[in-house]
């Protein structure tokens, strides 16, 4: 794939382009010609380390870009229009919803139109162009029919007839009915996660730092849509939480139950074995959730070492320190392995989400000379770019569609519901859950 956006701007700064009225529409009126230093800021040269931008003012920035009466080292339009080609192709691969709407499809046309002029003898260009613009086209058709084919929603069981029974139906399936065996458990889980990531783009993320940058000047965003693939990839982990949590606590029988807890902490296991960390997660959070954690009777009989140890991993003291630790192996595997299977990186996304948010809350665009911060922005890149590179990865396994459909469809409890298919296995140990659990059937029974 290519590289990131901010590789490819910053090569794009080192290297020199005529002045024409093309790149002059693309940049706006403002950056014709001479660069007018804003509100008194000099343009001071942009600072490189080791080879890599690390700051310098916006108007620097442009000088590079655009050339000068003192800066004019390459007159050759059809060099020039490589460059814009290899630009806009990159920016279209990357970025294809920065051109959904109808206005910047308009001003790519145009663009892609005057390119066009400068190779009109042989057409080869032409023919770049047009190839460009198909695969927009399709990314962006492929795109909005996912979010149109995205499955609905579960809705959490509350009906008391599925609940509040003292023994379940013989009819009645679970997890174990559908598959018994951890490992494929969790290559299926896998699947589906590497099914769901490849439909997360740079610009979900990016709409990250956009939608905290519209909340810092009290903008209101409309477009809900940009967080759509986000949003959805972490309803998926919540629902396989739930899922895990409803498993565990609609089992009537003790020893049942017990046989439950540690089919689901072997196959958290063998997530992490794959590297699929954020399934792994959203079980450990699904036996941790209060209805799952106060069966006490339940967890005496299971065996808690190989627990003891995902939960280890998965420690939050020093920022997540162990995982982030194991994720760093899992990536290192990755990048020297031989097959697919190695290659598996699933990051816990909503960690990976939070590790922007800060990166962008705590370091600023700017350094206090005035300079752009390009430190901050180069490592914004490389955690998208690790995850691009992660989800690029092809599922090894094959897709089971029995199970799949079982994680996907079946019932699941609401948190109320849960606490209540909890109390009737385990009984209420003191008056706090005595009364909570009077509380909860009586609504349960009256809403019904």
């Given at each position: 794939m290519a590289e990131p956006l901010?590789?490819?701007?910053v090569k794009k700064c080192k290297e020199t382009m005529p002045q024409t009225p093309i790149f002059s529409s693309m940049l706006g009126s403002s950056c014709s010609g001479q660069v007018q230093p804003d509100m008194g800021e000099r343009c001071v040269d942009p600072v490189y380390q080791d080879g890599n931008l690390v700051s310098g003012s916006l108007e620097a920035l442009i000088e590079r870009l655009v050339p000068t009466m003192d800066y004019y080292p390459d007159a050759k339009l059809k060099s020039f229009a490589a460059k814009i080609i290899q630009l806009l192709k990159e920016w279209t691969e990357t970025f294809p919803y920065d051109f959904q709407d109808e206005k910047?499809?308009?001003?790519?046309k145009e663009i892609a139109h005057r390119i066009t002029q400068c190779d009109e003898e042989n057409g080869t260009v032409k023919k770049i162009i047009s190839q460009m613009t198909q695969n927009l086209l399709m990314a962006l058709s492929a795109r909005s029919q996912y979010q149109e084919?995205?499955?609905?929603f579960r809705q959490p069981v509350t009906d008391k007839g599925t609940i509040l029974k003292t023994k379940p139906q013989s009819t009645q399936k679970d997890i174990l009915s559908v598959c018994c065996d951890p490992l494929i458990l969790a290559q299926q889980l896998t699947y589906i996660e590497l099914e769901r990531v490849s439909n997360i783009y740079p610009e979900d993320l990016m709409q990250i730092v956009s939608h905290m940058d519209s909340l810092d000047n009290h903008k209101c965003r409309s477009d809900v849509t940009k967080t759509y693939n986000l949003e959805a990839y972490d309803n998926w982990f919540n629902c396989l939480s739930m899922l895990v949590a409803t498993e565990i606590c609609r089992v009537v029988k003790k020893k049942q139950r017990t046989r439950m807890v540690?089919?689901?902490?072997?196959?958290?296991?063998?997530?992490?074995?794959?590297?699929?960390?954020n399934?792994?997660?959203?079980?450990?959070?699904?036996?941790?959730?209060?209805?799952?954690?106060?069966?006490?009777k339940t967890w005496s009989k299971?065996?808690?070492?190989?627990?003891?140890?995902?939960?280890h991993h998965m420690d939050?003291?020093?920022?997540f320190c162990n995982y982030r630790t194991a994720l760093q192996g899992a990536a290192q595997r990755s990048q020297s392995a031989n097959s697919s299977r190695e290659k598996i990186v699933i990051p816990v996304f909503n960690l990976f989400i939070k590790d922007i948010y800060f990166l962008h809350k705590i370091h600023t665009n700017r350094l206090p000379n005035g300079q752009i911060n390009f430190k901050k922005f180069w490592e914004i890149s490389r955690q998208i770019h690790d995850f691009l590179t992660w989800k690029q990865v092809e599922c090894p396994f094959e897709k089971d569609k029995k199970i799949q459909t079982y994680l996907l469809t079946a019932p699941i409890y609401s948190e109320e519901a849960l606490f209540i298919a909890s109390f009737e296995s385990e009984g209420p140990e003191n008056h706090m859950e005595k009364d909570s659990w009077k509380t909860l059937r009586t609504t349960l029974l009256n809403r019904a």
């Open positions: 901010c590789k490819a701007a910047s499809m308009k001003e790519l084919i995205r499955e609905k540690e089919f689901f902490i072997d196959v958290a296991r063998e997530c992490f074995n794959i590297g699929n960390f399934s792994m997660m959203a079980i450990i959070s699904g036996m941790n959730l209060s209805p799952v954690a106060r069966l006490k299971v065996k808690t070492a190989k627990f003891d140890v995902l939960e939050p003291s020093s920022n």
